[in-house]
């Protein structure tokens, strides 16, 4: 089952901040969070474990809230080169299942100057 | 380091005719992955290798796509017939994940555009 992203589209002025949620209806094992400029790759931002970890690269991070089965993306001071298609990818089984990742469909981040 | 490979970039074909899609994963990723991701959505998993086995082919419609990956290294995606609504981004990702390990970070290709008329 798809995990829902919300919201669907934001956009920014370079500096700001934002947060993009992922959710699901089901256990989580794992987030994985992407992000996909026009034409390109995704490209692996990070991944967060089951068990509430946080974590941060530069000024993105995430949080992998267990009980509500939600994970945030963080993005703070956001810059130009930040614009990009956010995806979410989540794992629900973990153990003999790892790996598999069911995605969400999207949201689309537009930063300005 | 090289990223994941993928040829070719574009593709156009008509409705019927079949197609191939090549991935060379990075070297020593024993996981490699074809997703299809279709205008405006998220990419949706088709198949999965663990070196040479196919783990999980689940959502591969078998009646017109097969795939393959010989010597667990290199992979192919065939699709015969094509149809239109088979129009779309094929990518092809690939990762190193042991049992221990568990879930590690997937490295995708840039794509293969393909439409169908």
């Known amino acids: 089952q798809q995990p829902v992203q919300s919201p669907q589209a934001v956009i920014l002025r370079e500096g700001e901040d934002a947060v993009i949620n992922c959710s699901s209806s089901?256990?989580?094992?794992?987030v994985h969070w992407y992000r996909q400029k026009h034409g390109e790759a995704p490209v692996f931002l990070m991944i967060?474990?089951?068990?509430?970890e946080q974590k941060g690269h530069d000024k993105i991070s995430a949080s992998f809230n267990e009980k509500k089965q939600q994970s945030s993306l963080y993005l703070t001071a956001s810059q130009l080169s930040y614009s990009g298609t956010y995806f979410c990818?989540?794992?629900?089984?973990?153990?003999?299942?790892?790996?598999?990742?069911?995605f969400g469909q999207g949201t689309i981040l537009t930063v300005h100057p | 380091e090289a990223g994941v490979v993928q040829s070719p970039r574009y593709k156009i074909i008509e409705k019927k005719q079949p197609v191939a899609f090549w991935c060379n994963p990075i070297?020593?990723?024993?996981?490699l992955y074809w997703y299809l991701q279709n205008l405006g959505q998220g990419p949706e998993l088709l198949i999965r290798?663990?070196?040479?086995?196919?783990?999980?082919d689940s959502q591969l419609p078998k009646d017109r796509f097969s795939a393959e990956r010989l010597k667990g290294v290199d992979s192919t995606l065939k699709i015969q017939p094509a149809e239109l609504g088979d129009s779309a981004v094929y990518l092809c990702?690939?990762?190193?994940?042991?049992?221990?390990?568990?879930?590690?970070?997937?490295?995708f290709g840039p794509g293969t555009r393909l439409t169908v008329l």
């Open positions: 990702a690939s990762s190193v994940t042991t049992r221990t390990s568990g879930n590690n970070e997937q490295f």
């Open positions: 089901k256990a989580l094992y794992s």
């Open positions: 967060l474990l089951k068990g509430g």
């Open positions: 990818g989540t794992d629900y089984a973990g153990g003999t299942s790892y790996g598999k990742l069911t």
């Open positions: 070297s020593g990723h024993n996981t």
């Open positions: 290798y663990e070196n040479e086995e196919a783990v999980d």
